[in-house]
């Protein structure tokens, strides 16, 4: 993790090194989705409700949801990868 400071504010906020795997495209299908999942999807509106609760601003919790829809991402890739258990041959 990276420290960069936050614009004019004097506190560094981490952010995760993508190199070369984070791109524009990513970047925008990410937001796309994030923004969709904010109108209509019940467990991420609830998740934002949560956030503005804690006293997030609007930019701190388009960044939380981010994250929060990278690690289900993640977890629906990494349980589909794996292998099963080949059926045994009859």
Do not use: N
Not at 19 to 29: N, V
Not at 35 to 51: D, I, L
Not at 57 to 65: A, H, T
């Amino acid at each position: 993790m990276h420290s960069i400071s936050a614009g004019t504010q004097a506190r560094p906020i981490g952010r995760l090194a993508m190199g070369d795997l984070w791109d524009s495209r990513h970047c925008t299908s990410f937001a796309r989705s994030r923004g969709a999942r904010m109108r209509s999807h019940p467990a991420t509106k609830a998740y934002v409700a949560r956030r503005r609760a804690e006293g997030k601003s609007k930019r701190e919790i388009r960044r939380c949801l981010k994250r929060y829809i990278a690690r289900q991402l993640y977890r629906a890739l990494t349980t589909t990868m794996t292998p099963t258990s080949a059926a045994p041959s009859t």
